[in-house]
């Protein structure tokens, strides 16, 4: 009888542990889950902001352009190459 107690309470002890490995790695898959999509945002996110800043750039060669400024000085303060401002 002894024996069986302790079989069921070395099964007990074992499904126990099997219980709560399955959760940690659930828990851990949930993690993974909340980095990608934090990831997945940020990169997004900056991916938002270069292309509102470019459209900034652009926005003020247009602007320098219309007001007559060399395309060596628009380049020099947007940033843009000088193709990129003839085609504005």
Do not use: N, W, Y
Not at 17 to 29: F, L, N, T, Y
Not at 36 to 53: L, P, Q, S, T
Not at 67 to 74: N, Y
């Amino acid at each position: 009888m002894q024996a069986v107690s302790q079989f069921f309470r070395e099964e007990k002890d074992f499904l126990f542990q099997r219980g709560a490995e399955k959760e940690r790695v659930i828990a851990e898959a949930k993690i993974r889950e909340e980095r990608i999509k934090a990831e997945a945002k940020m990169r997004e996110e900056h991916i938002k902001a270069e292309a509102k800043m470019r459209e900034e750039k652009c926005a003020i060669a247009r602007a320098m352009k219309a007001d007559g400024l060399p395309i060596a000085k628009i380049s020099k303060f947007t940033g843009l190459t000088s193709d990129e401002i003839e085609g504005l």
